[in-house]
């Protein structure tokens, strides 16, 4: 990797070859090159030899001061001075005439494995052996375009939900339709080249209503709604696969589908239009054996209405069904919830507001009997914290940020929700700048009863300034002697711990979780939308390279438009995210990542009319994995009728047996396989996963 410190930290004293290791002990080589155009600063691309040599001899002095270890160097450049430049003959023909000029160093230009196999064969016993993970600086970018890394991130998740439907599909020997692989790809290719780490133009700041940028970033903003638009009729055809084995008779049925490795319960939206529901009616979802579910309006329209439902044990890898059955009165309107001196609560959770700028003061968590936030801290937890730069974009490149302006919300309004079966709800409101002045900001609270679950749910209408602005959420945590923890794409990071000296240290990408953890308590944190973390209070600007903090704050940095170059210059319009927050005893991975993998993977919900009734089963399950510690990343189809492709990570750093079983308890064959379906074991029942080992399983149906 050739890494560009513009606005980062640069890990490692000098170009550095090492062996990678994963959590689990597989190791790969790696080289971190220096800028991936130095040979273009050098003057390869156009200069001769001459000119060229003083840059040449300077780096390579500066090298043997660093203690570079090898006699041999990789070098990156382009044909041209710039980004992204097409290949040239001129850096061939300065090579030769090197060559021909200078007695030492030689140089040739070469295929980047020439320089590995060479370090290699000669010095692998002398290169360092380092497990820890290389967070990217560069992703702050994400913050750039909160609306279309929201739908990126939706849109990933929610292609884990329909591969497992297929996968069911699957199971339930159903034929897919033809292609469906190639559509797969095509989802993930367009999500790929939305998530690579810049957005457009060179002059996207500079001339933010250029042709140039306004067209850069329509092209690059199209890969997230292509996958997105794709992704939701991928949705629709699993789900009318599906739905043909589906239990059916006199009344609605609504089937719960849970695509994840264990059973799980949870809440899911759905829409039952007025001829299965009519309005106002009231109704009960259950099972076989008469168990109702709970269930709570949300809103309504000439169509039908929104509820929720808290779906109940649904099987791994499988569904349940349960009857809508429709009484003769009317639905009794939800209470609206009491709300005495700022004061709320539930079995589970206290909550005092702070109506001075819009907050949450006091979080108590009845079960630890702890309180959960910070009170010293500037922003209390849910605060909508409103940062400029004050016009000055290029603090930031010179690793500091000194010049700013913070505030939170003024004209606060705390107005009740609904005391529902399922959650009670309120709501906060305020003024700020930066955003519309007759919307402002509406943040809404949910205290969930039937599980110990907290929902923020905010809404906002930016402004297009092009001056820097950006905005954090706050969760200022109080918890002694706490570490912080995150979910990326391969395990779970303990930050500035297991982390490259010099990776990112201001901010981090998420997957599912931020966890705040000792050894007697965890707090969960985790949105779907907004990727972008900072841990320890709001860091921007520190470049701290061993990560260090005094406070176990969090801060979710939702957008920002910082960047002098290659990112968006503003935003503007309605943007909705959420947070998910939850606080156990338990302190272990495991725990933390169903959080928040369950949190962001949705359970499907498929509503079906009354039909002709059959004699399929309520319930199923394709397949269970034992072992709380053993985490699905996914289920699709193989590329071979009648078996299905599962990667499969271990999360607790604990040697784990692993079986797959059906729904009665038999033994699945399967065979460990690599990302494309090589077999690299014989076919078996069973296998042993090491501490934090990931696998791709190939399942026979």
């Known amino acids: ?71 041999a160097v990789s070098i990156q450049y382009s044909g041209y001075h710039f980004n992204n430049s097409p290949p040239s003959l001129v850096p061939n023909a300065v090579i030769r005439e090197w060559n021909e000029k200078f007695a030492s160093p030689k140089l040739r230009s070469a295929l980047f494995h020439e320089f590995m196999d060479y370090v290699v064969e000669r010095y692998d016993a002398q290169l360092p ?161 008469g168990n109702k579910l709970t269930t709570q309006l949300l809103r309504s329209n000439r169509e039908g209405s929104h509820y929720i439902a808290y779906a109940e044990n649904i099987p791994p890898m499988g569904y349940k069904t349960y009857r809508v059955i429709t009484g003769e009165e009317e639905a009794t309107p939800l209470p609206q919830l009491s709300i005495i001196n700022n004061i709320i609560e539930n079995d589970y959770y206290k909550i005092a507001i702070d109506t001075n700028n819009g907050s949450i003061k006091s979080l108590f968590d009845k079960d630890l009997d702890v309180e959960m936030i910070d009170s010293e801290s500037p922003w209390l937890l849910g605060a909508f914290v409103y940062e400029t730069l004050n016009n000055n974009r290029r603090q930031l490149e010179q690793y500091r940020l000194t010049e700013y302006t913070r505030e939170s919300l003024v004209n606060v309004q705390v107005r009740p929700g609904h005391d529902g079966a399922l959650y009670k709800s309120f709501f906060i409101e305020g003024d700020c700048n930066g955003v519309e002045k007759r919307s402002g900001v ?55 711990e297991n982390q490259i000296e010099g990776s990112a240290s201001d901010w981090n990408t998420v997957q599912n979780f931020v966890s705040v953890r000792n050894d007697n308590s965890q707090f969960i944190l985790g949105s779907r939308e907004i990727p972008l973390f900072q841990l320890g209070g709001i860091r921007t600007g520190q470049f701290q390279r061993q990560k260090t903090f005094n406070h176990p704050h969090v801060y979710s940095w939702v957008m920002n438009n910082y960047w002098t170059t290659n990112f968006r210059a503003y935003q503007e319009g309605e943007f909705s995210w959420s947070y998910y927050l939850t606080s156990t ?85 399967f065979q460990i396989v690599n990302a494309i379906e090589e077999p690299l074991s014989d076919v078996t029942t069973s296998d042993l996963f090491a501490p934090f080992e990931n696998k791709f399983i190939k399942l026979k149906l």
């Open 1 to 71: 990797m050739g890494q560009n410190d513009h606005r980062a930290l640069r890990p490692f004293e000098c170009p550095t070859v090492f062996k990678w290791e994963s959590p689990s002990g597989k190791s790969s080589y790696f080289y971190r090159f220096d800028h991936y155009r130095t040979g273009n600063r050098w003057g390869i691309s156009d200069k001769n030899a001459t000119e060229m040599a003083p840059s040449v001899f300077a780096y390579l002095n500066n090298l043997t001061e660093k203690g570079y270890p090898f006699d």
């Open 585 to 669: 005893d338990n302190t272990s991975n495991a725990t933390a990542t169903r959080f928040g993998w369950a949190s962001r993977v949705p359970l499907h919900a498929r509503v079906m009319p009354a039909g002709k009734a059959n004699d399929y089963p309520v319930d199923y399950s394709a397949f269970s994995i034992d072992g709380k510690n053993l985490l699905m990343t996914s289920c699709t189809p193989s590329k071979d009728s009648g078996y299905l492709l599962l990667n499969v990570r271990e999360t607790d750093g604990k040697k784990t047996a692993f079986t797959v079983k059906d729904q009665g308890g038999k033994l699945h064959e």
């Open 442 to 496: 509406k943040i809404e609270v949910r205290l969930f009863n039937n599980e110990k679950r907290i929902e923020l749910i905010y809404t906002t209408r930016k402004l297009p300034h092009l001056e820097p602005d950006g905005i954090y959420v706050a969760f200022p945590f109080k918890l002694d002697d706490a570490k912080f923890f995150f979910d990326v794409q391969g395990g779970t990071v303990s930050s500035g």
């Open 129 to 289: 052996v380092i497990r820890a993970a290389y967070p990217d600086w560069w992703t702050d970018g994400f913050g750039s375009a909160a609306r279309e890394t929201a739908v990126s991130r939706t849109t990933h998740a929610d292609m884990i939900a329909t591969q497992g439907l297929l996968s069911i599909a699957s199971a339930k020997g159903k034929p897919l339709p033809q292609g469906i692989h190639e559509k797969i790809r095509h989802i993930h290719t367009n999500l790929i080249f939305y998530d690579e780490h810049t957005f457009g133009a060179a002059g996207s700041i500079s001339d933010p209503r250029g042709e140039s940028s306004q067209t850069q970033w329509e092209q690059k903003s199209s890969y997230a709604w292509e996958a997105f638009k794709n992704a939701q009729v991928m949705q629709e055809t699993a789900g009318g696969l599906i739905q043909t084995n589906m239990p059916r008779g006199g009344v609605p049925t609504v089937t719960f589908y849970n695509t994840l490795n264990w059973e799980r319960s949870g809440v899911v939206e759905l829409f039952i239009n007025n001829e299965i529901i009519p309005r106002n009616r009231d109704f009960k979802l259950v099972d076989a054996i």
